[in-house]
């Protein structure tokens, strides 16, 4: 039972030799990995592995730095491990190990009181609102009635690509849902042929999302560039609970700016672009501090380098910040430790434990994304 052949694990995970992820994987006896990763014939080796928490597996196989199966899981890029055994699409290892969902493993075992749903939505419209950025409309009444701001959905793009692509919630209207996201590689360049009529894999809501305070009356959003993906939705939800709203909007220049007429017209907005052919000449985090006194909470979305332009501003150190993390996720779900963040209380991950986090919690100088 433990090679489960009929499932195509065994075929996926044990053949990776020459990417040395096999001998970084399973030969770790002395860890405790081996016996608790594949000879558990008789308690069903598949569950064993990503389920049964009070085995010990899981905690054996993934979070026992302690024990050298963190360093030597996932982490070790230069031992070949984490392109082994995550990214290597072209290998079948992902296929074979996580994304078998015809075999019942990904969504009938994984997912089992999860609070989520996989659908398959109907594309409404598809229209390239900057250069390179799409805004879709699905209509998908079961994540629709689930959704938060800030939470985000794990969407299939196409047959050619094997991991789904996360992409925040934009917009919410009725049953329908909207997606913002920038062209840039495959799955999403997949994504922005798509037609309406069109029918979208998608799974979600997920992760946890922006938290407005019942006592905050005058909130500040800064959205940099694509980062205004996930603030529509979080100025909607504000707008609708009586809040003031004051969003900063930045891009490199005035073409790549999210179009006025999609923002809510109850809020303040105030544009920023680098070479000054709209609004305020700079970037966002030159404004930032004149805001700030003005706000009960900030909400961010945007590049690395704008949070951690903000991580030094003193006058955020006293101020609720929260930013969204966009970074490259395999499962979704918390399985794969491909998202792992360090933060002020220990090692967190995006998908599950954020995307979004408070600003002074993120550990900034050990990110190198």
Same mark, same amino acid.
């Given at each position: ?22 001998? =970084? ?30 085995? *010990? ?35 079948? %290892? ?7 969902? =015809? ?5 009938? /075992? ?72 920038? %062209? ?31 006592? /905050? ?6 959205? *940099? ?10 100025? @909607?939800?504000? &707008?609708?609970?009586? !809040?003031? &709203? ?18 809510? /017209? ?12 709209? *609004? ?9 501090? @004149?805001?700030?006194?003005?706000? @009960? ?28 993390? =966009? ?20 090692? !967190? ?10 600003? @002074? ?9």
């Amino acid at each position: 039972m433990s090679p489960l052949e009929e499932a195509g694990v065994w075929q996926g995970l044990s053949p990776l030799e020459e990417a040395g992820a096999w001998q =970084e994987l399973l030969p770790l006896e002395e860890a405790g990995v081996w016996q608790g990763l594949l000879p558990l014939e008789e308690a069903g080796a598949w569950q064993e592995l990503l389920l049964l928490e009070e085995a *010990g597996v899981w905690q054996g196989l993934l979070p026992l730095e302690e024990a050298g199966v963190w360093q030597g899981l996932l982490p070790l890029e230069e031992a070949g491990v984490w392109q082994g055994l995550l990214l290597l699409e072209e290998a079948g %290892v992902w296929q074979g190990l996580l994304l078998l969902e =015809e075999a019942g493993v990904w969504y009938g /075992s994984l997912m089992k009181g999860i609070n989520m749903e996989q659908v398959t939505a109907t594309l409404i419209s598809n229209i390239e609102v900057m250069p390179a950025a799409h805004l879709l409309w699905l209509e998908s009444p079961q994540i629709a009635s689930q959704t938060q701001p800030g939470q985000f959905i794990m969407v299939r793009c196409g047959q050619e690509t094997i991991l789904r692509r996360p992409l925040s919630i934009h917009q919410l209207d009725g049953d329908r849902i909207a997606l913002l996201f920038a %062209v840039v590689r495959e799955g999403t360049h997949w994504l922005s042929r798509c037609q309406a009529g069109d029918r979208i894999d998608l799974l979600g809501p997920l992760g946890n999302g922006y938290r407005i305070h019942p006592d /905050s009356h005058r909130l500040l959003l800064v959205a *940099g560039g694509i980062g205004i993906a996930p603030l529509r939705f979080l100025a @909607d939800k504000a &707008v609708e609970q009586g !809040k003031k &709203v004051t969003m900063l909007l930045g891009a490199s220049t005035a073409a790549q700016l999210y179009p006025g007429h999609f923002l809510p /017209s109850a809020a303040e907005v105030i544009i920023a672009t680098e070479d000054g052919t709209a *609004g305020e000449k700079g970037v966002l985090t030159d404004l930032l501090p @004149d805001f700030i006194g003005q706000a @009960d909470q900030v909400f961010a979305c945007g590049p690395l380098p704008m949070y951690q332009a903000m991580a030094q501003m003193t006058e955020l150190q006293s101020r609720p910040a929260q930013i969204s993390l =966009e970074v490259r996720m395999g499962c979704g779900r918390g399985v794969c430790y491909g998202c792992t963040v360090k933060t002020g209380h220990g090692l !967190k991950q995006v998908c599950t434990d954020g995307p979004v986090f408070e600003l @002074d919690d993120i550990l900034w100088d050990d990110l190198d994304w």
